[in-house]
């Protein structure tokens, strides 16, 4: 049974995740309500077509140590695999329902991503390498995400084994394809944004 300590990690760990970022330095640097601009998204693609670089780097630093950091803390506290990957899935399901928007929020992508780098480091610069190559060919940040979430499960399967870093690997791929339904309907009808297209 989990010890208060556990259990104690994981809700901690929902509470940052929920943090919304990209809400709160849109508002911060231009009084926007960056959910009712573009795709309505808090997540960094939709602040960098918004709001512009400087806006959706804040929001990608935020994003990524509100998995990064929880996880790391779980890891220094001695937390087995099984309580590692629980904080981990807690910061990305806040951040994808968050308790401060009412359950609404992000997809995931970033703080999934921010978790991986602590929790398998080596599977995560996999992940960034493939990003980075199907961003640059395609030019959509939501294939990139969805590509690289499909690519990473297997590559930490034979790292680490089946084990609780896998099951997160695949609960977290499962969640980035519910998050983007409706970016892949555009990608196939070819109504998706372009990294540095502007607009709504």
Same mark, same amino acid.
């Given at each position: 049974?989990?010890? #208060?300590?556990?259990?104690?990690?994981?809700?901690?760990?929902?509470?940052? &995740?929920?943090?919304?970022? &990209?809400?709160?330095?849109?508002?911060?640097?231009?009084?926007?309500?960056?959910?009712?601009?573009?795709?309505?998204?808090?997540?960094?693609?939709?602040? $960098?077509?918004?709001?512009?670089?400087?806006?959706?780097? $804040?929001?990608?630093?935020?994003?990524?140590?509100?998995?990064?950091?929880?996880?790391?803390?779980?890891?220094?506290?001695?937390?087995?695999?099984? #309580?590692?990957?629980?904080?981990?899935?807690?910061?990305?399901?806040?951040?994808?329902?968050?308790?401060?928007?009412?359950?609404?929020?992000?997809?995931?992508?970033?703080?999934?991503?921010?978790?991986?780098?602590?929790?398998?480091?080596?599977?995560?610069?996999?992940?960034?390498?493939?990003?980075?190559?199907?961003?640059?060919?395609?030019?959509?940040?939501?294939?990139?995400?969805?590509?690289?979430?499909?690519?990473?499960?297997?590559?930490?399967?034979?790292?680490?084994?089946?084990?609780?870093?896998?099951?997160?690997?695949?609960?977290?791929?499962?969640?980035?394809?519910?998050?983007?339904?409706?970016?892949?309907?555009?990608?196939?009808?070819?109504?998706?944004?372009?990294?540095?297209?502007?607009?709504?």
């Amino acid at each position: 049974m989990p010890g #208060l300590q556990d259990l104690s990690l994981v809700f901690i760990a929902y509470l940052i &995740g929920s943090i919304p970022f &990209g809400l709160l330095i849109s508002r911060a640097v231009g009084r926007v309500d960056i959910r009712q601009h573009g795709s309505g998204n808090i997540g960094t693609a939709n602040v $960098l077509r918004i709001m512009g670089k400087r806006a959706a780097a $804040l929001t990608l630093v935020g994003d990524l140590l509100k998995g990064f950091l929880p996880v790391l803390a779980a890891l220094l506290l001695g937390g087995s695999e099984f #309580l590692v990957a629980g904080v981990g899935m807690a910061a990305v399901l806040g951040h994808n329902w968050s308790i401060y928007l009412r359950f609404t929020g992000g997809k995931g992508v970033a703080t999934s991503f921010g978790v991986l780098v602590a929790m398998t480091p080596l599977p995560a610069l996999f992940g960034l390498l493939v990003w980075i190559a199907v961003l640059l060919v395609f030019r959509y940040t939501s294939l990139a995400a969805l590509t690289t979430s499909v690519c990473i499960s297997p590559v930490i399967y034979f790292s680490t084994g089946f084990g609780p870093y896998f099951v997160f690997s695949l609960v977290a791929a499962l969640l980035i394809f519910i998050r983007h339904q409706d970016n892949i309907k555009r990608i196939f009808a070819g109504t998706e944004h372009r990294v540095g297209q502007r607009g709504p």
